[in-house]
């Protein structure tokens, strides 16, 4: 787990000390990736120079270090990541004639590349991975992305200087870049609370998308193409759907969690796990502790807030399992105080509240040790999400209501306030009353105006601002998987085309994107087995019933139960939050008033003042939780302060 870095001259205005000066710079700002070493090697003919931050966790010795060469010479190397067959790529390479000076997994890579080529390596190595490879012979950068995209890799191209870096702020350090705003991503933003690949904050600045190969030449376009494709995998899936019992389908997937575990507790460095006491957590730390002699060291965080505290349902999991497990309670003003550090922690936008706790969780980790597995991914491979089944439900219902009906419908919803129907909703039973009742069935008379099928119902259920060019002055928003009239071809099954957007969007731009930055800000390295691409492709084989039927995750759930007693893991989910509605009515206030002041909002000249201020009027009387939309507004306005003045 390191921070990538670097830059590419093609017209050839710095000199060769310049080149080491600015890449260093540039490198400099990933410290925090990588505390436990720097280096910059340049091909200063080409106007080439290349950057790594070093964060050792494989192979602690001078041999693992980057930018790594190839012993042909031909190929350097700056990777950030873990690949987990190495060893037994090793053996293979060495027959062909490669003689390894280390063990890193590092130089197992480039010198895949020098043998089979950068596609056919890419296609054998299993890991997550954002990689930067100079070909000196033909003068040509690669940026490489994983699958999933676990790890990230950002570029732009400038008056023929390339920059490109594992996060925004490396590119900042070129003093000749001028960074401006781009209105159509920050209103998709907006619309998510997260920019989606391949759109970043700044115009003409790129996210790679995952599994995407970028090749540049000194002459001659960009070219971007795909090595792995979700929407291949998601298509040979349904074509070949397992026929097997439950307790077969369970024992495969057993096996290829059991092994994807393991592989990922290789590591010369101190190694543990989160630990919520929910479904996915649970499992990969009950395979650890089937795969370690000794207990496993596991963490969790909680909250002295109703609602919000998982502490004591990880620590009856860890108890069970016999793992060392540490946890932490957080006060209220723990937690907020990290806010002020989000910008520079996400170097753009980033919205979803649970970047909060994962950044405590992280923190508290990395004081113990310097790698930790987590259990991302669960939901959207196995239908984790509550959504997908209210979702199905409220289709199956819109398809026998005549529109007007629906219009009298959602009138209705709306007629009682958020707070009235969570005091009517006090009658059902709390398994069957999800949080924020209210807030949701508000949502839903939203979704009754504009769902008229899965994707219409998606957008409108994950979209923070319905309108978000009502918002963003001047804006047209940016296009995204959501708009692609080929999902719907692709993905009849309505769960599943659910599955196969958060895939795509939810899962790289959000859920990892704050992993990463939380885990990498304490330099962390955190490690995600559910998201083995062999598992991704599995999942996919398996018919909708052995996911979605009960609570979701069937076959995930049936795994976890061979290990960890029913009634210990299962309840309502809960999520990984804090309660920032009633912080922005409380200690946020003067804050959040600050950074939505009309008269900054005016002279900022972004956003329209009026919908952002009828909101945040609306929350602090009360009579509407608009904290979610809020707080996309907020997170903006903060790093703007930090970022743009």
């Known amino acids: 787990m390191c921070g990538v870095t670097g830059l590419w001259d ?3 205005r710095l000199s060769a000390a310049e080149l080491g000066r600015l890449c260093d710079a540039m490198t400099e700002t990933l410290r925090h990736r990588g505390p436990d070493d720097s280096a910059v090697w340049s091909d200063a003919e080409a106007g080439f120079a290349l950057g790594h931050r070093r964060l050792s966790i494989i192979d602690l010795t001078p041999t693992g270090a980057q930018p790594m060469h190839s012993s042909c010479g031909r190929f350097v190397l700056s990777y950030n990541g873990e690949i987990y067959n190495a060893a037994e790529l090793r053996p293979e390479l060495e027959a062909a004639g490669r003689r390894f000076r280390g063990t890193s997994d590092t130089e197992v890579i480039v010198e895949g590349f020098a ?3 950068v596609e056919p390596t890419l296609a054998r190595l299993i890991g997550m991975f954002a990689m930067a490879l100079w070909d000196r012979r033909e003068r040509a950068l690669y940026l490489i992305r994983d699958r999933l995209g676990i790890k990230p890799m950002y570029w732009t191209e400038q008056d023929g200087r390339i920059l490109f870096g594992s996060e925004l702020k490396a590119l900042r350090a070129d003093p000749d870049w001028q960074p401006a705003l781009d209105r159509a991503a920050l209103a998709a933003y907006l619309r998510l609370g997260y920019l989606p ?9 790129s996210k790679l998308a995952p599994g995407t190969i970028l ?13 792995w494709s979700l929407a291949d995998v998601a298509r040979a899936g349904q074509a070949s759907r ?20 393991r592989r990922r507790m290789v590591a010369d460095v101190p190694l543990g796990a989160f630990l919520s006491g929910g479904i996915d957590s649970s499992t990969v730390v009950a395979l650890m502790q089937k795969n370690s002699a000794q207990p496993v060291r596991s963490f969790s965080i909680g909250f002295r807030e109703a609602g919000y505290d998982e502490a004591p349902q990880a620590a009856a999991v860890a108890r069970h399992l016999g793992t060392d497990h540490t946890e932490l309670y957080v006060s209220p003003e723990h937690a907020r105080e990290v806010i002020p550090r989000l910008p520079e922690i996400y170097d753009e936008p980033f919205a979803d509240p649970s970047q909060i706790p994962t950044f405590l969780v992280s923190e508290l980790t990395r004081r113990h040790v310097k790698v930790a597995l987590s259990g991302d991914g669960g939901d959207e491979l196995f239908a984790g999400y509550s959504r997908y089944f209210r979702g199905q439900a409220v289709l199956r219902a819109l398809e026998h209501m005549p529109r007007a009906a629906r219009g009298v419908a959602a009138a209705g919803l709306r007629a009682f306030s958020p707070a009235a129907w969570a005091t009517l909703g006090q009658v059902l039973p709390e398994r069957h009353r999800p949080r924020q009742f209210g807030d949701k069935l508000q949502k839903l008379a939203g979704v009754l105006d504009e769902a008229h099928d899965v994707g219409g119902f998606y957008r409108s259920i994950i979209s923070q601002w319905s309108e978000p060019e009502r918002v963003v002055r001047d804006a047209i928003e940016a296009k995204t998987v959501l708009d692609d009239a080929q999902v719907a071809a692709l993905v009849p099954d309505a769960i599943e085309r659910m599955q196969y957007l958060d895939t795509r969007l939810y899962l790289p731009d959000d859920i990892l994107t704050k992993l990463d930055r939380a885990s990498m800000a304490v330099s962390l390295e955190a490690r995600v087995p559910i998201l083995d691409h062999r598992i991704v492709a599995f999942s996919w084989t398996l018919p909708p019933a052995l996911k979605a039927r009960g609570n979701g995750k069937r076959l995930l ?3 976890l139960h061979r290990y960890v007693p029913e009634h210990l893991v299962e309840r309502p989910k809960m999520g990984f939050g804090v309660p920032i509605d009633s912080w922005l009515r409380g ?18 000249g972004i956003f329209d003042p009026a919908p952002i201020r009828e909101r945040w009027r609306a929350h602090l009387q009360g009579t509407r939780n608009w904290q979610y939309p809020l707080w996309t507004v907020l997170m903006f306005q903060a790093w703007k302060a930090r970022w743009m003045g």
């Open 115 to 117: 043998i089979w080529g």
């Open 557 to 559: 759930r049936r795994v």
């Open 197 to 205: 690949a391949a759109h970043t904050i700044y115009r003409g600045v």
């Open 242 to 261: 397992i026929d097997a019992s439950e307790e077969e389908a369970a024992d495969r997937l057993d096996a290829l969690l059991g092994d994807a575990v």
């Open 10 to 12: 093609r017209r050839g």
């Open 215 to 227: 090749t540049l030449r000194a002459t001659g376009a960009p070219e971007l193409r795909s090595f």
């Open 587 to 604: 200690p946020l206030r003067q804050w959040a008033e600050d950074l939505l002041d009309e008269r900054r909002l005016t002279a900022d």
